[in-house]
């Protein structure tokens, strides 16, 4: 079984640009989740969807962050413009039942803001 | 206060040592907790999930006292596979998102 895809796996940008990554999770997970891990920290949830809805986007730097889960499947962050404190791992991850706790994550992609 | 509170480490223990981690929660709408672990450069896996019963899996323990909003995770026999970051998660089951502790580091040595 495929697991959680994502991409880019590493991006290097400079502050105020912007950059996109995008994520492909289990076939047939329908909640999705976007979490940021700065280093030396645990993952903190930036936003989760349910099929194609938001659940959760309490922590979402709304002025800047944006995400996307169009057709319930796949599912786009965006960072406009970037910061230095947005470096960052930035991990999605799957669940086909929450209950159980058990989160599949992808493998992240690394963000590094110059 | 986070929400989820872990002692940094790192924990530093000769392979077939005991090792034990603590977890303090403040969310008393935290239900459900669990470990979850993570490699150097990896992403988190599960472990287990804690029960209030206490639970184990091979050479790992795990406890919940609710009274006192504390987990445990109990590694004994360490082996140098071991060595990881050990992230200790609650989940509210009302929001159904997890939340993650800053990890704690074991460093199992031969």
């Known amino acids: 079984e495929a697991g959680v895809a994502q991409s880019p796996r590493y991006k290097i940008i400079e502050k105020r640009q912007s950059v996109a990554f995008w994520c492909n999770p289990i076939?047939?997970?329908?909640?999705l989740y976007w979490y940021q891990q700065i280093l030396g920290q645990g993952p903190k949830l930036l936003i989760q969807?349910?099929?194609?809805?938001?659940?959760?986007d309490s922590q979402l730097p709304k002025d800047r962050f944006s995400a996307e889960r169009l057709k319930g499947v796949d599912s786009t962050l965006k960072i406009q413009p970037a910061k230095l404190e947005d470096s960052a791992v930035y991990l999605c991850?799957?669940?086909?039942?929450?209950?159980?706790?058990?989160?599949?994550f992808g493998e992240g992609s690394r963000l590094t803001v110059l | 206060r986070k929400e989820v509170e872990q002692d940094p480490g790192p924990f530093n223990v000769p392979e077939g040592a005991t090792v034990a981690f603590n977890c303090t929660y403040s969310?008393?709408?935290?239900?459900?907790f669990f470990w979850y672990r993570q490699d150097c450069r990896k992403e988190p896996k599960l472990l287990m999930s804690v029960y209030s019963s206490g639970n184990e899996d091979g050479r790992f323990t795990a406890q919940l006292n609710r009274a006192s909003q504390y987990i445990s995770l109990l590694i004994r026999d360490s082996k140098l596979s071991d060595s990881a970051t050990y992230l200790c998660?609650?989940?509210?089951?009302?929001?159904?998102?997890?939340?993650f502790g800053s990890g704690t580091r074991l460093q199992v040595q031969p």
């Open positions: 076939s047939g997970h329908a909640t």
């Open positions: 991850a799957s669940s086909f039942n929450i209950a159980s706790g058990e989160l599949f």
């Open positions: 998660v609650g989940m509210d089951t009302g929001r159904r998102a997890l939340t």
């Open positions: 969310n008393s709408a935290s239900q459900s």
């Open positions: 969807f349910q099929n194609n809805g938001v659940v959760d």
